[in-house]
């Protein structure tokens, strides 16, 4: 009689075997492989079901019968580490581009990326955007290092391939446009984002991108904008602000920071 | 950016009426036309994000009593429950006040793997301590008391020594949590294992029943020609479990009903059908009641 | 003008530009005009091919055994070529060749 750890690992081991007809475990009664067969059915379909609700636009590329063979393989080489299915499926992309029978579609990859942010857009939670009246508030004199918190829904993603033309062809299931798609490599710079009508996917130039992912990655301002001024990242910003993609601001003064005491002085500073 | 409205009247009592189970495929038609249904129910982690999904729910709370039936906490873990998994369901449970809060009587997660199925469990004092551990974690953690199911099974271990229906009675009774009596559960894992489902509903305590879940089941023939039942929520409730049901009422007296679809999921009239007739069975049963009274 | 006080002046103008921008951007909140509305149902599109108003991941999970009923096993995908064999053949230049 197993304890009840042990008789679980060995369960979870059957379920996510390849194979079904396992043999039958002497802990179990009559027929139960066949029954546990009904538990590895159900997490198979369910977690197909759900890679393929996270990646419509790559199913419908590739069609089901070799969607559901990649899905398979993913299960089994990245299995869900929680119950929550809208966050399964981060790697999916990187799995695609390693997957050799589908070297023929250098583009999928991204477009698994694409639909990657897109998911995280539609299933974020929810956080306003940070109120200006909050930064104006900050002395002008800590301005330049202000650094932002970007909302957990915005992705930024620098491509190779017009993933975004193919992304809306194919799931317009417009043929005339998916006809007109040039898939040969040049840079592109998406932001991926949902405002109050829905996902926006949008394009940007790549100097815009460039100073918005240094942004999101918490550099502070002054780091973030380099020497020479420039309008475009200027009217960047305040587009940002205005839509709500940061969500919180921080002050990375190092001026300030050398005021306080170490975490772990002796404590005289403090008293 | 996006202002939320979390305005509601009322403090979303589940009454003792017929409810649908909330499917995506039917949100806006609730949300737009707002069909006469006594009560909804939603899976809990389908809404754990933000967004249009998050906003569905919201509006649905402000127009109908609401039930939070989770399926992921893996209350039957011999390991540590999610901690991530428990604040995002107490997130929800803060954010949309529900009139109950359910999970089942299985596990599903397993050293940082998620298994995607509701699996079955020993019945023996390890596991129900287990269990008994995890659901005061869980009440403590969301402030409230919460109901747990009764599994459909299709397999039993070897060394289990307690009977489901005493697990769940001494589970209720050691953590004050409620019982969501699965009626068509009941009568699936009874056909699986030759059980008595009249017996089954004798062993649960009455009083601790604070919801009943109705539901579709297939039967399949598995190679080695024995017959299983199989909890697929995809077809009508079955007549056996209509009977069940009224059982159950005369034993436990009217409780919140749900009906379940969730395989090839029907047009709403379907799912109000199946409401109507459980209304029925659930009115007939308060006559009973009012009769003996006088 | 030196970095730091590029980064605030750029602050400055950009908060301003910011508090200009917002005035519009709260009438989105309004109901929504004819052109919205077809903005609306192209979003709405986008949403259902995501799931959202049609599936979701947790729902087949959610105390239905076997989804896809007591299944047939999927083909052993090992034993055939494994080739794309969707829209992949519509967009130009993609056309797929085994390796």
């Known amino acids: 009689m197993p304890a009840l750890l042990e008789l679980q690992r060995r369960m979870a081991a059957l379920l996510c075997a390849e194979e079904p007809s396992s043999p039958e475990a002497s802990y179990l009664t009559a027929s139960a492989a066949l029954r546990l067969d009904i538990h590895r059915n159900t997490r198979r379909s369910t977690l197909i079901n759900a890679l393929r609700l996270s990646f419509p636009a790559v199913q419908r590329l590739v069609g089901a019968e070799f969607f559901d063979a990649a899905a398979r393989r993913f299960i089994s080489a990245q299995p869900p580490p929680g119950a929550y299915l809208n966050d399964y499926g981060a790697d999916f992309a990187g799995f695609l581009g390693d997957f050799a029978p589908a070297a023929a579609l250098p583009y999928l990859r991204e477009v698994a990326q694409l639909e990657w942010a897109v998911n995280r857009a539609l299933h974020a939670a929810d956080a306003p955007g940070l109120g200006l009246e909050r930064l104006a508030a900050v002395a002008e004199s800590a301005w330049p290092f202000v650094s932002f918190i970007a909302h957990p829904g915005l992705s930024l993603l620098r491509l190779q391939y017009p ?69 475009q990242l200027e009217a960047a910003l305040a587009a940002h602000l205005s839509a709500g993609r940061f969500i919180d601001f921080q002050l ?20 | ?190 056909c699986n294992h030759g059980w008595d489902p009249s017996a089954y509903l004798e062993a649960l305590p009455a009083g601790a029943v604070g919801e009943i879940h109705l539901a579709g089941h297939a039967q399949r023939t598995l190679a080695d020609g024995s017959v299983v039942r199989i909890d697929d929520h995809g077809s009508p409730v079955a007549s056996e479990v209509w009977e069940l049901y009224d059982q159950a009422l005369r034993r436990f007296g009217p409780r919140p009903t749900l009906i379940e679809w969730d395989t090839d999921i029907p047009p709403l009239e379907v799912l109000l059908d199946e409401a109507a007739r459980a209304a029925a069975i659930l009115s007939r049963q308060e006559s009973r009641a009012h009769a003996r009274a006088a | 003008m030196n970095r730091y006080a590029l980064a605030a002046s750029t602050l400055s103008a950009a908060v301003g530009l910011a508090l200009a921008l917002q005035a519009p951007l709260r009438a989105a909140d309004m109901p929504q005009s004819g052109k919205d509305a077809a903005a609306g149902a192209h979003k709405q599109q986008l949403e259902k091919c995501y799931g959202i108003n049609a599936a979701a991941k947790n729902d087949c999970a959610a105390g239905a055994h076997s989804c896809a009923g007591q299944a047939t096993m999927a083909r052993d995908t090992k034993s055939f070529v494994l080739l794309p064999a969707g829209d992949c053949g519509k967009i130009a230049g993609g056309s797929v060749k085994p390796l």
């Open chain 1, 252 to 271: 990375d003064d190092p001026a300030v920071r050398g005021t306080r005491a170490p975490a772990h002085s002796t404590g005289e500073a403090h008293s």
């Open chain 2, 1 to 190: 950016m996006c202002p939320a409205d979390n305005g509601r009247g009322d403090a979303g009592l589940i009454p003792a009426a017929a409810g649908i189970g909330l499917r995506f495929p039917h949100h806006a038609r609730v949300v737009q036309t707002r069909p006469a249904v006594a009560w909804f129910e939603v899976h809990a982690e389908n809404y754990f994000g933000g967004g249009t999904v998050r906003r569905v729910l919201e509006a649905v709370r402000r127009d109908y009593p609401l039930s939070l039936h989770g399926v992921g906490l893996s209350l039957g873990s011999a390991e540590e429950l999610e901690p991530r998994h428990l604040a995002r369901l107490a997130e929800l449970v803060r954010a949309i006040e529900p009139g109950l809060v359910s999970e089942h009587l299985s596990w599903s997660v397993l050293a940082g793997q998620y298994l995607a199925d509701l699996l079955p469990l020993p019945m023996t004092e390890e596991a129900l301590e287990v269990v008994c551990r995890h659901v005061e974690q869980t009440q403590e953690r969301l402030q409230r008391r919460i109901l747990i199911e009764n599994p459909s099974s299709y397999l039993q271990f070897a060394h289990s020594s307690i009977p489901e229906w005493e697990f769940l009675a001494a589970l209720s009774a050691r953590t004050g949590c409620g019982i969501l009596c699965d009626v068509n559960n009941i009568f699936v894992s009874c």
């Open chain 1, 163 to 231: 993933a975004d033309l193919i992304w809306r062809a194919v799931l317009a299931q417009d043929d005339a446009a998916m006809a007109q798609i040039d898939p040969t490599p040049d840079e592109l710079h998406l932001l991926i984002e949902r405002d109050c009508t829905g996902v926006q996917v949008r394009r940007l130039a790549g100097a815009v991108w460039h100073f918005t992912a240094q942004l999101c990655a918490g550099r502070p301002l002054h780091a973030a904008l380099g020497d020479r001024p420039d309008a």
